[in-house]
């Protein structure tokens, strides 16, 4: 028994969740196509990661070596009198770089671009040029545009460009390929190769910034970001593993010395934050420089001596004046020098976000779908049924966060727990369809003949003793008529009990067709009918039964091929109120009739008393 469940029932509700599945999967691409609402998922699928990344953020550490010189509101107040007004003649940096040399930094990053000399002080632009060629771990800045004068664009120096073999294949940075480049001033270039660029990535629907550069593509060369250029460096000079060349390979990675970093389509890492706003050491820009005067004069520094020892520093505007903010999961006003080293720092741990690929979403999306319509079609109750689906549901959210928080890796929600709402509607839907018409097929089971597809005996004695209410209630009568076939046990002797099966199926199709559809006619039992004639007298009854009687005889009943036979019927009728007031005498007055047409030579209604004339068929 329960396989034949498991065979039919379970296994035909599982072909239609299929179905189902299919036709979600086919109308959610069809929808990306047509109406673009694919963004609309994307939207919410980014606020989701936004939420889980910043719940992540506060369990991780960042690197205590990373620290920023902050440019800040403070620094440009304090500064105002030594230095005038933003921006600063350029020989204040010359002299935070010889101060933080002095105190043996690890390297130097400026995300800062001088970009042209500042007309006057040509003299500290060449100032900072020569202190910046002195040392091999200063970097500076530029970045990429799109203007439309290619004609003329820079060519830039060949040291800036990197070696970068790229077996992806669908990366090939169509996103990051630029026709124009913002040149620093000249002697920069010709200083140094420690040289960056920080053109940067929002995601277009939210221009939320969650990921970073690695390479920009100029005049067929490559050009890698600031931060992705100190990090290759230092994998180089402090732990000795080759980065002169970036590898891509087959999987999307990118292979840095001995680190793997998963890359999007775009061929950028999607960020690992850290901590919060403001997540690493910030030293306000103000003290590197009065500390760097001290130590001119001879005076103690501001900053406790050795600080910057080893240490990666950046030295960024965090000002909300300078404009360089950022939109992050993390803060709507993020500093742009923060992005810098959370990118630098998700390169040294070898720890970026991986996000899995569009067919391993729609995967999942199957499996908690698929789980969701186990749910609603093996379990009975509603309410359970429901509860277990909101449980998966809770589940995989909570998986999902898991899985960024302690793997990196970022699997949808929004897709997913959209596909599990609407796989339980539709299999609610399909459940209660098919339970309606499990009911009803139960219900005919219960009240209709097998053989005859007529009403059983249970359900006429049901119906009877209803139309008996309706009557009495509407004062109203209705008669009832007893059939039996005729010399039918010599159908079975003669011809097998198929034969007899099949004129008992034949004569309750024919007495169905042959009343009103408000009538009811059902199988008694044996080779004996009955039909029900709603707001049928005495008078019409016997017409009706004379008629079914004439009908029966004069058409032939095929039996098998090439085998015809004559079937005949008696009848008997009683009318309610007039021939009995309870179902045991109507049935009993009934069966007197067909007794009496059965002795007065069958095929014919049966006398009865207050009926002068009752038609013979023969």
Not at 151 to 178: G, Q, R, Y
Not at 338 to 362: A, H, P, W, Y
């Amino acid at each position: 028994m329960i396989k034949n469940i498991w065979d039919k029932k379970t296994v035909r509700q599982i072909v239609y969740f299929m179905l189902t599945a299919f036709t979600i999967v086919f109308l959610w691409h069809t929808g990306q196509k047509i109406f673009n609402f694919g963004h609309l998922l994307e939207a919410y699928e980014l606020k989701t990661f936004d939420l889980r990344a910043t719940m992540a953020a506060k369990n991780r550490e960042h690197n205590p070596d990373i620290v920023i010189v902050s440019i800040d509101d403070n620094s440009l107040e304090v500064l105002q009198d030594d230095l005038g007004r933003w921006p600063w003649s350029r020989d204040v940096y010359a002299r935070a770089i010889e101060y933080m040399q002095y105190d043996n930094v690890g390297s130097i990053a400026f995300d800062l671009m001088f970009v042209g000399y500042q007309k006057g002080f040509e003299h500290k632009d060449r100032e900072l040029a020569k202190t910046m060629a002195k040392y091999d771990n200063v970097y500076t800045s530029m970045n990429f545009d799109y203007r439309d004068n290619t004609e003329t664009a820079p060519v830039l120096p060949d040291n800036l460009s990197v070696k970068l073999k790229n077996n992806s294949k669908k990366i090939d940075f169509s996103e990051f390929s630029f026709t124009y480049t913002r040149l620093i001033f000249q002697e920069i270039i010709d200083a140094t190769e420690k040289i960056g660029f920080i053109n940067f990535r929002r995601d277009p629907i939210d221009k939320i910034s969650r990921r970073s550069p690695t390479f920009f593509k100029y005049q067929d060369d490559y050009y890698p970001y600031l931060a992705l250029k100190v990090a290759a460096d230092y994998i180089k000079h402090h732990e000795n593993i080759g980065a002169d060349e970036f590898i891509i390979n087959e999987k999307d990675e990118l292979i840095v010395g001995n680190r793997t970093l998963p890359l999007d389509e775009t061929g950028s890492i999607i960020i690992n934050w850290y901590g919060a706003h403001y997540t690493y050491d910030h030293i306000p820009f103000w003290r590197v420089y009065k500390s760097a005067l001290n130590i001119e004069k001879g005076e103690p520094p501001l900053i406790p001596k050795d600080y910057f020892k080893d240490k990666t520093v950046f030295v960024g505007a965090t000002a909300v004046a300078l404009y360089d903010i950022k939109s992050t999961p993390l803060s709507s006003v993020y500093p742009g020098v923060e992005l810098q080293t959370t990118i630098l720092n998700n390169i040294l741990d070898n720890k970026v976000i991986k996000r899995v690929s569009t067919t391993t979403d729609l995967i999942i999306s199957l499996l908690l779908g698929f789980l969701v319509a186990l749910v609603v079609i093996k379990i009975r109750e509603p309410i359970v049924s429901s509860l277990g689906c909101v449980f998966i549901v809770l589940a995989y959210i909570f998986l999902a966060s898991y899985m960024l928080d302690n793997y990196l890796i970022w699997v949808g929600i929004i897709a997913q727990v959209a596909f599990m709402v609407i796989t339980f509607t539709v299999m609610y839907i399909i459940k209660y369809v098919l339970k309606a018409k499990d009911f009803e097929y139960t219900y005919k089971l219960a009240t209709t003949d097998g053989l005859t597809g007529l009403y059983n005996h249970r359900y006429f004695q049901e119906k009877l003793r209803e139309y008996m209410k309706k009557a009495d209630k509407d004062r109203e009568t209705f008669s009832l008529v007893l059939i039996d076939i005729d010399f039918f046990k010599k159908f079975n002797d003669t011809y097998g009990h198929q034969a007899g099966d099949e004129v008992l199926r034949q004569v309750g199709q024919r007495l169905k067709r042959a009343v009103k559809p408000a009538d009811l006619v059902a199988r008694y039992g044996g080779e004996e009918m009955v039909i029900i004639l709603a707001d049928a007298d005495t008078e019409n009854a016997v017409a009706i039964s004379n008629r079914i009687c004439k009908t029966i005889s004069e058409n032939r009943f095929k039996l098998a091929e090439g085998l015809e036979v004559n079937v005949t019927i008696s009848l008997g009728i009683a009318t309610y109120q007039i021939h009995g007031k309870t179902s045991t005498e109507l049935i009993e007055f009934a069966d007197k009739g067909l007794y009496n047409a059965k002795e007065n030579g069958r095929n014919q209604v049966g006398p009865m008393p207050g009926i002068s004339k009752v038609t013979n068929v023969n």
